[in-house]
């Protein structure tokens, strides 16, 4: 079979680095049966845990799942390892997750200086290009891309968006003039197979029960969904925040606005870790997932919440722009923060009936998502194309 090399921040048996780790996982089970996967990755689970694996070999190629994978210590940085890589696998293309990763940098920035052969490239960005994800340390990023373009570190690479919308963002960056194939973030083919609506908690009016899953950012912006809470003085909130912390500073600035909500808003700041299976079960638990993100690519725990009947509270920085036209939770501008505490409101004040509908509604959303080959055919479509056609080789 062809082969694919992948080089990418995180992988398995890592579980704790958000959506960007799954887009990979998932390539590799879709098409393992089309593909031999090879995966270059850090050996460690994610930024805000560094300790290095202990049941995997560093340096060294491991079979994890349907790939073969290599972990990254520090000391294999050095571009002979990656010349060596590259030269090792021989693949028949290569499948960069992120723009900006070291794994990802170090590969581009050997080929650029022609110490590999030609081989077919793929990049996905994975959002990092837009507007909200550059606003992020923008400095070091605005010259990180300064130097990328001085020096055609992404030359002749063939884009991977997830949406239109993405792909703007990477002409926005990028010039005009860059091949682009649009092609959804792979999801796993079930979520919760077994879920059964009585199994969500009653809502009565006056009262609800929301619940922030993601990492502690600024990217996801926590703080926001804060300061809205601080704005409703009637009825009965109660918020759950899990997902880890990765910025102590901005978490600080979280727990003060915390300190000063009124009484009525009830907040459980766990910000910790919580496997799949557990994320998934507190947001069954809960009646709505709220999470105003500043940008997102694709956005897992989007499509978890809806199949766990959780109708998202969500910013309309994302693909998921037909939830309040399905009634199955809403998109809200960033620029309009009385509208967002309106639409809390609303959510305090529903009753049992309406919120059946829509949780209904959000778990339908869901399962047509999962059940579309058409998401599945964009990308074996994009790879073919890739690999046949010789694009994304430099000359």
């Avoid at 080089?7 to 959506?19: E, I, M, N």
């Avoid at 000391?75 to 010349?83: D, Q, S, T």
Wanted: charged content about 25%; aromatic content about 10%.
């Amino acid at each position: 079979m062809k082969k694919i090399l992948v080089f990418c921040d995180f992988y398995l048996p890592g579980y704790k680095s958000g959506g960007g780790m799954w887009t990979v996982v998932h390539l590799v089970d879709r098409f393992a049966d089309r593909y031999d996967f090879y995966v270059v990755t850090r050996n460690y689970e994610s930024k805000g845990d560094r300790t290095p694996y202990t049941t995997v070999q560093s340096g060294a190629w491991n079979e994890v799942g349907n790939a073969k994978v290599f972990y990254l210590a520090p000391e294999h940085y050095g571009l002979r390892n990656f010349v060596s890589i590259v030269s090792d696998v021989v693949p028949d293309a290569v499948f960069l997750n992120s723009a900006f990763s070291l794994p990802v940098v170090r590969f581009l920035t050997a080929r650029r200086k022609k110490l590999i052969d030609p081989v077919p490239v793929v990049l996905a960005p994975c959002g990092e290009m837009s507007s909200g994800a550059r606003s992020v340390k923008p400095l070091k990023k605005k010259i990180f891309l300064a130097y990328a373009k001085a020096f055609g570190l992404y030359q002749n690479v063939v884009w991977k968006a997830s949406s239109k919308a993405e792909a703007e963002d990477i002409r926005e960056v990028t010039g005009p003039a860059v091949e682009i194939h649009i092609a959804p973030d792979l999801a796993p083919k079930s979520i919760l197979p077994d879920f059964d609506l009585d199994e969500k908690p009653v809502k009565t009016q006056g009262s609800v029960r929301l619940i922030f899953l993601s990492r502690i950012v600024k990217v996801k912006n926590l703080r926001y969904c804060l300061e809205r809470l601080s704005e409703i003085r009637t009825g009965q909130v109660s918020l759950d925040i899990l997902g880890p912390v990765e910025d102590n500073e901005y978490w600080e600035g979280c727990l003060s606005i915390i300190e000063t909500l009124p009484a009525n808003i009830k907040v459980n700041a766990e910000a910790t870790f919580v496997s799949n299976e557990t994320g998934l079960q507190r947001m069954q638990e809960s009646h709505f997932l709220i999470l105003p993100t500043l940008s997102e690519n694709f956005g897992y725990i989007f499509l978890e919440s809806m199949a766990a009947g959780t109708p998202p509270i969500i910013s309309d920085n994302t693909v998921w722009n037909e939830l309040e036209r399905r009634n199955a939770g809403w998109e809200i501008p960033l620029e309009k923060p009385a509208l967002w505490s309106e639409t809390i409101r609303k959510c305090i004040e529903m009753d049992n009936d309406a919120y059946g509908k829509m949780a209904t509604n959000a778990r339908e959303y869901a399962l047509n998502w999962l059940g579309n080959d058409e998401t599945e055919n964009l990308t074996a479509s994009l790879l073919q194309t890739v690999i046949e056609g010789g694009r994304g080789s430099y000359a």
